[in-house]
């Protein structure tokens, strides 16, 4: 709790808890500090010509990049034990001319957006994909090197910057959260923290497994490995954590 008062509280940044119990914080996610849409026209340069409102799109006659950065400081004063950028995309409105791909760039920033944003360089790169009929796709990056590695290089915030990869017709969405965990459940297969161990849970387990999260080193042997995956699916038929 002194952690969650501290970022929600004294620092007061755009912040959502989430919670098993009234008394047992446990997640916080926090929102972008900063977030802006960078709009170029045609003819084309690659030079953005404005900030403004217009919406995430790649047209022949206007083409825009979104940026969104989060402050280092909020998450690292957490004191959490893993901390997670998670973003997604999708359609608005309209489609992609093609699968919806979005080239997503991690950078150092400063907090407040401008053109320079569109050109300042990745520390890491990925794709995001979105599929099926509503084109939503989600990507998740470990911060536990980047966010050290950005302030120790001086930077205060953490910048996210999508660029889509296919012409469309319409508006695209892009945005992301960072959630910070506070602690891993008191009944280690109980993910959802509402006490029976269901499907729900394994479902939970196997995301936090496949991310190296450390609430799901059950065997507590300071790795997330194939003997925790055995370890859990040991136990699910006959785990329960109700009171």
Do not use: K
């Not at 008062?5 to 912040?15: E, L």
């Not at 446990?26 to 045609?42: H, M, N, S, T």
């Not at 004191?79 to 760039?105: K, N, Q």
Request: proline letters at 6%; aromatic letters at 10%; one cysteine or more.
């Amino acid at each position: 709790m002194r952690a969650l008062h501290r970022v929600c509280g004294f620092m007061a940044i755009a912040c959502a808890a989430l919670q098993s119990s009234a008394s047992d914080w446990w997640e916080i996610a926090l929102q972008a500090d900063a977030e802006a849409r960078l709009v170029e026209f045609q003819p084309f340069d690659g030079v953005p010509d404005r900030i403004n409102s217009w919406c995430l799109t790649d047209t022949p006659l206007v083409r825009s990049i979104q940026c969104e950065e989060f402050s280092i400081e909020s998450v690292l004063a957490a004191e959490g034990i893993y901390a997670a950028w998670t973003g997604s995309v999708g359609m608005s409105h309209g489609a992609p001319d093609g699968p919806l791909r979005f080239r997503l760039d991690i950078y150092g920033g400063d907090g407040d957006i401008t053109l320079d944003d569109a050109f300042r360089p990745a520390v890491q790169t990925a794709t995001i994909e979105a599929s099926g009929p509503q084109f939503a796709g989600s990507h998740t990056i470990d911060l536990a090197v980047l966010l050290p590695g950005l302030r120790d290089a001086g930077y205060s915030h953490i910048g996210f910057r999508f660029t889509p990869l296919v012409t469309m017709t319409g508006c695209a969405v892009a945005g992301g959260r960072i959630v910070v965990t506070l602690s891993c459940p008191a009944c280690p297969l109980d993910f959802d923290r509402n006490g029976p161990v269901t499907g729900d849970d394994l479902v939970l387990f196997l995301e936090h497994f496949n991310l190296g999260h450390p609430c799901a080193d059950l065997d507590r042997s300071g790795l997330v490995d194939m003997d925790d995956l055995a370890y859990f699916m040991d136990l699910f038929p006959r785990a329960n954590c109700a009171p």
